[in-house]
C-alpha cells in the first residue's frame, strides 16, 4: 500500500467517524430542541395563568372598592364634602383596578389560547438577542 492510498484511508476513516459524530450530536441536538420547545410551551401557559390570577386580584380589588364606595353613601357621620372627596378617590381606585384587570386579561388570553406561537416568539427573540 503506498502513501496515498495509506492517507486515503486515514482520510476516508476519520471523514466517516466525524460524520458519524456530527449525526450522533445532530440527533441529540434534536431531543435537545423538542424538549425546549415543549418546556417553552409550557412556560407560556404559566405566564398566561400568572396574568389570569393577576387579572382576577385587581377585578377583587375593583369589587371591594366598590363596596366601600356603597357603605361611605350609606354613611351619615361623613359630611357631604369628605364623602364627595372619598368618592372622588375611590372611583379613580376602582376604575384604576378595572382597567388594570382588563389589561392583564388581554395579557392572558394568547399565552393561554395560544402557547405554541408565544414559544416560537420567545425563540425567535432569543435568537435575535444572540445575533446582536
Avoid: C
Wanted: proline share 2%; glycine share 6%.
Amino acid at each position: 500500500m503506498t502513501f496515498i492510498e495509506t492517507a486515503g484511508s486515514v482520510i476516508t476513516d476519520l471523514s466517516d467517524r466525524i460524520g458519524a459524530t456530527l449525526t450522533a450530536l445532530a440527533q441529540v441536538a434534536g431531543d435537545v430542541v423538542s424538549h425546549l420547545y415543549a418546556v417553552l410551551v409550557k412556560q407560556q401557559v404559566v405566564i398566561g395563568i400568572q396574568y389570569l390570577v393577576t387579572s382576577i386580584w385587581f377585578f377583587l380589588l375593583t369589587a371591594i372598592v366598590y363596596r366601600i364606595i356603597r357603605k361611605v353613601s350609606k354613611s351619615e357621620d361623613i359630611h357631604s364634602v369628605d364623602k364627595y372627596i372619598l368618592y372622588a378617590i375611590f372611583i379613580a381606585g376602582g376604575f384604576w383596578a378595572g382597567s388594570k384587570g382588563l389589561e392583564f386579561l388581554n395579557s392572558a388570553l394568547p399565552y393561554l389560547i395560544n402557547p405554541e406561537y408565544k414559544a416560537i416568539l420567545e425563540a425567535v427573540e432569543l435568537v435575535k438577542q444572540i445575533k446582536k
